[in-house]
């Protein structure tokens, strides 16, 4: 065995790639620009998806032979993608508006420097490499004042939060300004609890920050009911606050990249109520802008309608007869007219293309105020996905196939009115939570794990049932946990490290406040499916359920609990068929694959067969292949909680895997 190297020989060797790899990502993003120049001669779009897909299957596969694994190539070259489709935009844009071009923008935004208006501000700056002149603001009317009178080019505003939602001040700002929105900017928001150096969290007592990351920080803070809210006019402020103050028990809520410009050290991250948790700002300039029409576009309109029933319907079919989709509807109250309200429409449309013009001349005539906010490029880029197959790790399926003449059970026909059946929805529902579809032909492969778990193998149980072909994992056993809290918590984030679903599965009652918390979709088990309170609470969830059959329940009495789900509002639900029992074996069930040929040919839902408690280890395999070969929307397979099993598990259930994607 060769004698390894020095530490610091190897830290220096790494930091000579690391040179090299930001050398080359330099470059790359020289020509990347080329490209631009070169589609601004032929007015080709921005994006060619198609392209991408091929880079990213052939790195995909490059990747794995230098023994790195699907994940991670993805996940970098996405960003990378991004970046360069981001910067060909910023220079398209700059080019078709010549006169707007500085060397130094003045920016007012809300705050001081740290805050996330800073942040976004600042991002926006360096994409179109222009030095940034920032003016803090304290209010968002002071922000429009700043460019209204001059002192500003752009003005910074948060539009919306995907945690807190809209921000209806802002809305309100916009009904009373000349200017334009000329174009938009996302940050990820990484909500931190930031303290002085040497404060430890459970000192803390006071906390400062914006009503916004309040809001979006809310379950964190439920946890902490002692702690003293302080509220403050940004981010900024609630860390000059801390900053300012000589007691290491106060903190702010922040970025950590903020912080930092404070000398404030994160002592709790990931507080937000979401996993992903962004901010979009527009931004906002005296003259509109024109953008091309090889760019992604978006416009921004505010409207009011007549008062009479329809009168909003009757708009927005306008917008439907030119094929415009609007991405955005908010309403608010229009000042000294009770009752009355103004529309907020952000449509994905270039305001200059034929069928926009079309579409404003129409709505002239039939609203009683219509005003165009702006046109500017969409920065949201969409990442481009690779089919199950170019990843060669996850199912490649066909769509499902729907039999014209299916055969049914006489009582499901005597429900064929009910929200369940294909009667009453012709087409095939798809639940899809991040990469894990379920339903309308999208095969869904779901690992269920048995706590406890040793937590130090959170992290490994999971790359490798991400490899392994998994886009979910059920955690059940809750009941059986002395620190749930601290065990789902640090599974759960191991899973979302790799974008696995967490899906958390609820055996009592009392267990369905804290999944409803923490979980991406939430399992109800078998022996709760004739528990119609609980239906009923599900059911009015904004959360997607999977629905299990219980080892003594027919199909019509299935279909009933679905029923009484979908009742309640949630169209997210997923069936579930795992044995049942029978008179051929008192302790293992069987696997009713009958049920599931006629469950497909009632219902539009969905179906997950789970073959594990019906199937020996020798049956396992055929089950779940017939499974799939019937129609099933997809597979959940069982691990142990013995830690010693797993990769023998896995390494079974791997190949089950693989034989069913080929």
């Given amino acids: 065995m060769s004698k390894p190297q020095p530490l610091n020989h190897t830290r ?82 700059s ?6 071009q500085k060397q130094q923008y003045n920016v007012a935004y809300l705050g001081a420097r740290g805050s996330y208006s800073y942040l976004a501000a600042n991002r926006y700056c360096e ?7 920032d003016l803090g603001c304290k209010s968002f009317d002071e922000i429009v004042q700043a460019v209204e009178s001059g002192h500003a080019d752009y003005g910074f505003l948060p539009i919306e939060n995907t945690s807190s939602g809209s921000i209806n001040e802002v809305y309100d700002v916009l009904q009373h300004t000349s200017l334009a929105i000329v174009g938009e900017t996302t940050i990820e928001v990484g909500h931190c609890l930031l303290a002085k150096n040497g404060s430890k969290l459970e000192q803390i007592k006071t906390v400062y920050a914006h009503p916004q990351p309040i809001s979006q920080c809310s379950r964190y803070l439920a946890l902490h009911p002692d702690y003293k809210l302080e509220y403050c006019s940004s981010s900024a402020e609630a860390m000059e606050r801390v900053i300012e103050s000589d007691d290491l028990s106060v903190a702010a809520i922040g970025s950590a990249e903020g912080g930092a410009l404070y000398q404030l050290e994160a002592i709790a991250q990931d507080l937000a109520n979401q996993k992903i948790n962004q901010s979009r700002f527009i931004v906002v300039a005296r003259k509109a802008i024109a953008v091309p029409e090889q760019l992604p576009a978006k416009s921004t309109l505010i ?134 579809q379920i339903g309308d032909g ?45 065990n789902i918590l640090e599974f759960k984030k191991a899973l979302h490290q790799f974008d696995l679903e967490c899906i958390i599965a609820v055996e009592h009652e009392s267990e369905l406040k804290f999944a409803t918390d923490h979980a991406s979709i939430l399992l109800i088990t078998g022996k709760q499916m004739h528990n119609k309170p609980l239906l009923k609470q599900v059911g009015s969830l904004h959360i997607p359920v999977i629905l299990e059959r219980n080892t003594m329940a027919s199909i019509e009495e299935l279909l009933n609990a679905a029923e009484t789900v979908l009742t309640q509002g949630n169209q997210q639900l997923i069936l579930c068929e795992s044995g049942v029992r029978t008179f051929n074996d008192s302790v293992m069930p069987s696997l009713d694959l009958a049920a599931l040929v006629d469950i497909k040919a009632i219902t539009h839902l969905p179906i997950l067969i789970n073959p594990c408690y019906a199937s020996s280890q020798q049956t396992l395999s055929p089950h779940a292949k017939a499974a799939k070969q019937l129609k099933a929307d997809g597979l959940i397979l069982n691990f142990s909680s013995e830690n010693s099993e797993f990769d023998a598990e896995l390494a079974s259930h791997s190949e089950l895997l693989r034989d069913l994607y080929q």
């Fill in 12 to 93: 220096e060797q790494i930091t000579s790639l690391d040179k090299d790899l930001l050398a080359l990502l330099a470059k790359r993003r020289e020509l990347s620009l080329d490209v631009a120049r070169s589609k601004e001669v032929d007015i080709r779009p921005i994006r060619d998806t198609q392209r991408e897909k091929e880079l990213l299957s052939r790195l995909v596969k490059q990747g794995r032979e230098q023994g790195l694994d699907a994940h991670y190539v993805i996940s970098l070259y996405q960003s990378i993608i991004e970046d360069s489709v981001l910067n060909q935009q910023a220079y398209l844009q």
């Fill in 303 to 436: 409207m009011a309608t007549g008062q009479k029933p329809g009168a909003l319907v009757e708009a927005l079919l306008v917008l439907k007869a030119h094929n415009l989709n609007m991405s955005k509807l908010e309403s608010r109250p229009i000042p000294g007219t009770p009752w009355e309200e103004m529309f907020y429409l952000d449509l994905d449309a270039n305001l200059a293309s034929d069928a926009m013009q079309s579409a404003l001349k129409e709505l002239e005539r039939i609203t009683r105020f219509i005003k165009v906010l702006g046109c500017y490029p969409c920065e949201t880029v969409n990442p481009t996905q690779l089919s199950n197959s170019q990843l060669m790790i996850e199912p490649d399926t066909s769509r499902a196939e729907h039999s014209d003449k299916p055969s049914v059970t006489q009582s499901a026909l005597s429900c064929e009115q009910s929200r369940y059946s294909k009667t009453n929805l012709d087409d095939a529902t798809e639940v899809t939570i991040g990469q894990l």
């Fill in 442 to 486: 999208q095969f869904g492969a779901i690992a269920l794990i048995s706590l406890p778990q040793e937590s130090e193998l959170y992290s490994h149980k999971a790359k490798s049932l991400k490899e392994a072909g998994f886009q979910g994992v059920i955690l059940e056993g809750l009941s059986h946990q002395i620190d749930i809290g601290t």
């Fill in 95 to 100: 080019r078709a508006n010549p006169d707007t």
């Fill in 127 to 133: 994409r179109r490499q222009v030095n940034m002149q």
